[in-house]
């Protein structure tokens, strides 16, 4: 039995779950609705308030907690949500918002601006400092490394400053640059 596939997913309050047409299993709640189809020979049942997924057979093994993650990052999006916060690091180097859009001067001869996926929200508290959140972990994650990969961190110049924008928490080893033969 997969250790994640067998632990059973409590469902809070206030979320709705629902296996419709074509295995298409729907979660509601107060922060939105996500949809994820269940793979075949991968079972879901309700009980008392938890859900329980059994698999068919052992060749379903990884499949079968994998899919127990996706329903309960569902079920964890559409209560709390996520989100993921990026620093911005250089002299001059900021980011705005435009309406529904991300503006970030990053050093470019040109201001890049970034439209949200649907579902995302962005808050920007300071010109260093971008917030991204959404119920879809996979939306908020994928809209985050598309904002970092605009301007990745330098891992050469970390003695006169870091410049890029990085993950909070995230930490840029440094490499060894060029030795100067004389």
């Known amino acids: 039995m997969s250790r994640i596939g ?3 997913i409590v469902i809070p309050k206030g979320v709705d779950v629902n296996l419709g047409a074509e295995r298409t299993l729907t979660v509601k709640g107060p922060k939105g ?3 994820q189809v269940l793979p075949e020979g991968i079972e879901m049942s309700l009980e008392d ?3 329980h997924f059994t698999r068919q057979n052992d060749g379903l093994k990884a499949l079968h ?6 329903v309960n990052n569902m079920v964890k999006g559409v209560t709390e949500g996520f989100q993921k916060t990026l620093i911005i690091q ?6 705005n918002k435009d309406g529904n859009k991300l503006v970030l001067n990053v050093g470019y001869s040109h201001p890049v601006v970034m439209m949200p996926y649907e579902g995302i929200e962005i808050e920007v508290p300071e ?3 971008v917030i991204i959140k959404g119920a879809d972990k996979q939306k908020v994650g994928e809209f985050a490394a598309n904002v970092r990969k605009v301007r990745e961190p330098s891992v050469y110049k970390t003695d006169r400053g ?3 924008i990085i993950y909070e928490g995230e930490v840029v080893r440094s ?3 060029k030795t100067g033969a004389k």
């Open 33 to 35: 609705t996500l949809e």
């Open 162 to 164: 870091n410049k890029g």
């Open 127 to 129: 010109p260093t400092k």
């Open 175 to 177: 490499k060894a640059g």
């Open 65 to 70: 907690g994998m899919t127990r993650s996706l």
């Open 6 to 8: 067998k632990m059973a």
């Open 49 to 51: 308030g938890k859900l």
């Open 90 to 95: 250089g002299v001059g180097y900021r980011a």
